[in-house]
């Protein structure tokens, strides 16, 4: 089954400690996106990548970091998360990212910072 | 200014009844894609319909439409027949061809939350 799959999908965990969440597509997509969902402002895209070894900031990139080693995983990484990360974050990706082709979107980590 | 404006926070509709959620964009670029997705309780985000700026047609896509109005940057989406699991969330989002260099990068309005009354 083409999917997108994350973990975890639930954390709760405290400020300062660094923590990763993973994505891994099985669709060979070359794009990835990370994003994050905050009520009333939909959602906003953290990092992506175009292609292995391909990063570049999204719209709200302070706080976290991404790799993309292989074409299929995707990590999110925290590196010293703040309650102000506390947050809805779904990996999402697509065929390439030059056109409109659709996204598929994991299932989402909801995360809480304390 | 907003990109993506979604003015409706929350809606009600009967069973069976169609439904409008408003979704008005800002863009310059004469190219661009929309989209809308929906977000149910359990949180995925579902990919329900596309419009190009360029298509000469609303989209539709089973009992889902998209009442394009490129003139007045305007995209809504048309339920019909409103189900009782059409009760989600819904986010109208962009991307924009300057975008291209960024990727494949969806500007997302703050969503419409729709609870279908039986």
């Known amino acids: 089954e083409a999917q997108v799959t994350q973990n975890p999908r639930y954390l709760i965990t405290v400020t300062g400690k660094k923590l990763t969440v993973t994505c891994s597509q099985n669709m060979n997509h070359e794009y990835m996106s990370w994003y994050r969902q905050d009520p009333g402002l939909g959602l906003r895209q953290i990092y992506y990548s175009m292609n292995v070894e391909v990063t570049d900031k999204g719209d709200v990139p302070e706080g976290y970091k991404v790799s993309r080693k292989e074409k299929r995983n995707f990590p999110l990484i925290l590196e010293s998360p703040s309650p102000n990360q506390t947050s809805l974050y779904f990996c999402?990706?697509?065929?390439?990212?030059?056109?409109?082709?659709?996204?598929?979107f994991g299932p989402g980590t909801r995360l809480t910072v304390l | 200014a907003q990109k993506i404006t979604q003015t409706q926070p929350g809606m009600f509709v009967q069973e069976k009844e169609a439904v409008t959620l408003d979704c008005t964009y800002d863009?310059?670029?004469?190219?661009?894609?929309l989209f809308w997705y929906k977000q149910p309780s359990s949180g995925e985000m579902i990919f329900l319909i596309y419009?190009?700026?360029?298509?000469?047609q609303n989209a539709t896509e089973g009992r889902y439409s998209l009442n394009f109005q490129k003139a007045r940057k305007s995209a809504n989406l048309v339920i019909s027949a409103s189900q009782l699991g059409d009760s989600a969330m819904y986010f109208c989002?962009?991307?924009?061809?300057?975008?291209?260099?960024?990727?494949?990068?969806?500007?997302f309005g703050g969503g419409t939350r729709v609870l279908v009354k039986p």
């Open positions: 863009t310059s670029d004469p190219s661009y894609g």
């Open positions: 999402a990706s697509s065929l390439d990212g030059a056109g409109y082709n659709e996204q598929f």
């Open positions: 989002a962009m991307r924009e061809r300057s975008f291209k260099a960024a990727g494949n990068k969806l500007t």
């Open positions: 419009q190009g700026s360029y298509d000469q």
